[in-house]
RNA sequence: GCGGACGUGGCGAAACAGGUAGACGCAAGGGACUUAAAAUCCCUCGGCUGAAAGGCUGUGCGGGUUCGACCCCCGCCGUCCGCACCA
């Protein structure tokens, strides 16, 4: 028997090397087969490779070597999220350029991922700063132009007046630019927007087919696009301070049935009304310019007193002759959704109802609790918000809430003074980005002709190389020539777009191009996406749970629109992993430590763990977190593999807690999964030996053990494939343990008896616990699989089936309850009939004392279940 | 504020069409093999009680439904996440 340990690092390089020059992952496309799309959120080329990225990869990994070994053509690709801020600012820190500096980033963590034995096509690999790449995403850019999806308007950005330039939200630290440390301001500038909110309705809808997603992220979608069905109407003005006298104001309410109840209109401090009514009224626009000095941050909104301005306008109820409404501008009515203008009913609106007793206007209740007297029924300081019915409301009276909404909207319509209207939440996408490093957005204005495409020849606009990055602001912008160019309608002198795209976009459609990257006549081979699209599996953080989620599902639809792809949907099934944390570590002084300079105090066992540093001094140990640089609370997977080997970090990050929650990396768990690996390793070593005795001929006639041993087997085997198809990998790792358990049990046996039946078990036993550890550990399954005799490779070996007549044991062992309290346990024939299995309870002597002379009332028989015995 | 998820040993967790709670791993304790260590192997491990067999108790707290509840219902408490003045 070979004693020697796994050498993990020297047999891994060795296996990757195989698959690497065999191609066996390079997928092509074949119509005979069943295809299978694996995919997991391509990463941002930062430099390095994290614990995080270990744990999301193994799991795609799993996934589609156990789909590949069940015979479905697989793909599963890998790129690079490769444009974005942080290569500007790598720019601009240490002299280099950013192209440079991703490259070299990505050149380093492919080799950081290959040596993680993943099984991905990298014939398929891309950039998203690959000019290949951005030209195609300039081509949908343009279709989506012609397509009208895609607009200029005026936006605020944050604006560094010191800088001069762009910020994008997360540089902007309690109002101040993160670099100059200047307040921010808001500007307006002309910004290219995409028509996502053209798909709302498709979107949300879209949202119900997708049984295979989160409920949680279909949720967060379904809020963020907010749809909301009510009405907009017109309410004629009159008061003295309006110019003319006399105007229509437009509001938009989601409860119309409660018309009778208003007893205030509120307009938008941004409502051009305001703004009129401001340019005479010295007290309106200060208070104007009080609104405008609250903050958009959180904290800001929270605190803010809910205040108004009475405007001196009136408005007439459009339903009661007489009624008239006081105009309020209130500083919680927002511009940009509805009309920014609002009535308010304070009895069944909260903020209404705080507005009208600050402001001592009237409260009517007008929908009564189903119960409640409607004489009687009182709103004091807390709005009522559920049904029953209308009351104080002339023809409505009586109705219910839906009745009532009903019956409103259609005499607005009658009158011809509203109608219907849904609204979304969900806003258009602005996409515009002052930024270097990014998507060239393929558009030149002319003087003379306004805004005209780049014609599609002319693709791609790519990036100058020669760019300082020493000064403020959009390098495109202050380069000598590259924004010059001819106008493509007169031929006249015109310039260029220098805002480049969100990369969001980049990552919007890369799904599809990975089903044809080397296409270079259009962004995608419809017919390669009709075999590879949807994806079947998508893994990945569930920070995306929104945007890039829903801009996918959005430039699918857009892509579908311009006859590039022929589905709606690009993700059929999505899962979202948890996070990698670790503990974190102070010194005395507060500051954090890495782990590696934190030496554990052997305290002779039991009591808390102690630590201390390098030299010897305490050390705090904090609560485990995510991995953060700033925390110092990270590990290297690169040092790890090169001693354990990425087998023993794959498994690892796969075990113990579910892969949706968060998981701790700890030394003592990874020493764990290193042990199972070699534990393994002895077992097929073992048993290669024993079985090599007999061959692999198979006996007449197996023994007990035998047959244990195999049914053991077998039903490892099923439940680590049921449970690698439900996502379940710690599942799937505890049975492979308790397998190794039984195995480890049967050989010592095997060691003992001459019995032919159960080495012929033993061998079989161990094929089976190398495919079934295969698909976490593909290196180790390798390994065993040439210890265990074959020359052919694991990795293209099919996924045994377990014999089904070995899941089912001929006997169960039955819980015996009396009273609903377990008593005892019975091991009766799977098939024993009721009465056969009522009686042998009975008989037990525990359950006869349990019973204690009682009379037996009830005897509850559950088979191969429980037996419950009532006295 | 609105919406959602989750509370199980020292720790990570299993078990959920209501049917033996704690599989599996980590940590801990005891033992074997070693001159010793590493590695490996064996045993113990929710709490209380008992020499043991066993008994009682136990899935955040309080009720309820049921022969039987971690699971279903009602009411609390706590933690986490998302959205946030959306009319």
Known sequence: MATERYNAPDRERHWQKVWRDQKIFETRRDPAKPKYYVLEMFPYPSGRVHVGHVRNYAMGDVVARYKRAKGFNVLHPMGWDAFGLPAENAAAERDVHPGGWTYDNIAAMRAQLQNMGLSHDWSREFATCDAAYYKQQQKLFLDFYAK?????????????????????????????????????????????????????????????????????????????????????????????????????????????????????????????????????????????????????????????????????????????????????????????????????????????????????????????????????????????????????????????????????????????????????????????????WGCPIPMIRCEECGVVPVPETDLPVTLPEDVTFDAPGNPLDRHPTWKHADCPNCGGKATRETDTCDTFVDSSWYFAR????????????????DYWLPVDQYIGGVE???????????????????????????????????????????DAEGKWLSPDDVRFADNGGGGDRSALTIDGSPVEIGAPEKMSKSKKNVVDPDGFSAHYGADTARWFMLSDSPPERDVLWSDDGAQGAWRFIQRVWRLIDDAAEKGAK????????????????????????????????????????????????????????????????????????????????????????????????????????????ADQTLLVDDTVTIAVQVNGKRRDELVVAKDAGREDVEAAALKLDSVIRAIEGRTVKKVIVVPQRIVNVVA
């Not at 044809?516 to 419809?526: A, G, L, T, Y």
């Open 544 to 586: 995306h749970a929104i945007l890039h989620l829903l801009y996918s599902r959005f430039f699918t639809r857009a892509m579908r629109d311009c006859g590039h792809l022929n589905l709606a949907e690009p993700f059929a099934g999505l899962f979202t992993q948890g996070m990698v944390i670790h503990e974190t570590y102070k």
């Open 694 to 801: 007999t061959g692999a001929k198979r006996p007449a006639e197996f023994s007990a053990d035998a047959m244990e041993l195999r049914r053991a087997s077998h039903r490892a085997l099923d439940k680590v494939a049921k449970s690698i198809e439900g996502l379940g990998f710690n599942r799937a790792i505890a049975a492979s343990y308790e397998f190794a358990n039984a195995f480890g049990a049967a050989l010592a046996k095997a060691d003992k008896s001459p019995d032919d039946s159960l080495r012929f078990a033993v061998r079989e036993a161990a094929e089976l616990f190398t495919h079934i550890i295969n698909p976490f550990m593909p290196h180790l399954g390798e390994e065993c699989w040439l210890r265990l005799g074959h020359n052919t490779l694991l990795a293209n070996a099919p996924w045994p089936d």
């Open 148 to 436: 009208g999806l895609i607009y200029r308007k005026k936006s605020r950005v944050n604006w560094d007046p010191v800088d001069n330039t762009v910020l994008a939200n997360e540089q902007v630290i309690d109002g101040r630019g993160w670099r100059s440390g200047a307040l921010v301001e808001q500007r307006e500038l002309e910004q290219w927007f995409l028509r996502i909110t053209n798909y709302a309705e498709e979107l949300l809808a879209g949202l119900d087919t997708l049984d295979r997603w989160p409920d949680k992220v279909r949720l967060m979608q379904r809020n963020w696009i907010g749809k909301s069905e009510g009405a907009r109407l017109r309410f004629k003005l009159s008061g003295e301070p309006l110019p003319g006298g006399k105007g229509e104001l437009e509001i938009y309410t989601t409860r119309p049935d409660t018309i009778f109840g208003a007893s205030f209109i509120a307009i938008s401090p941004g409502h051009p009304l305001a703004l009129v009514l401001a340019k005479k009224d010295p007290a309106l626009q200060e208070f104007l310019a009080d609104c405008a000095r609250i903050g958009t941050s959180q904290e800001e909104i929270d605190k803010a007193e809910k205040k108004g301005f009475d405007t001196g306008v009136k408005a007439a109820h459009p339903f009661r002759t007489g009624g008239k409404l006081a105009v309020y501008v209130a500083n919680f009515v927002l511009m940009d959704y509805g009309t920014g203008a609002i009535f308010g009913c304070p009895a069944h609106d909260q903020r209404d109802l705080d507005f009208a007793n600050k402001y001592k206007l009237k409260v009517v209740p007008v929908v009564i609790p189903e119960g409640e007297d409607p004489k009687l029924f009182k709103i004091v300081d807390e709005a009522y918000t559920g049904g029953g019915r209308i009351s104080n409301s002339s023809f409505l009276d009586g109705m219910s809430v839906d009745e009532a909404k009903e019956e409103v909207i259609q005499r607005l319509e009658k009158k011809k003074i509203g109608k219907r209207e849904t609204n979304y939440r969900l806003r258009d996408w602005g996409v515009s980005r002052q930024r270097y």
């Open 514 to 529: 990975f089903c044809s990257p080397h296409e270079c006549e259009r962004p995608v081979d419809p017919e390669a996406c």
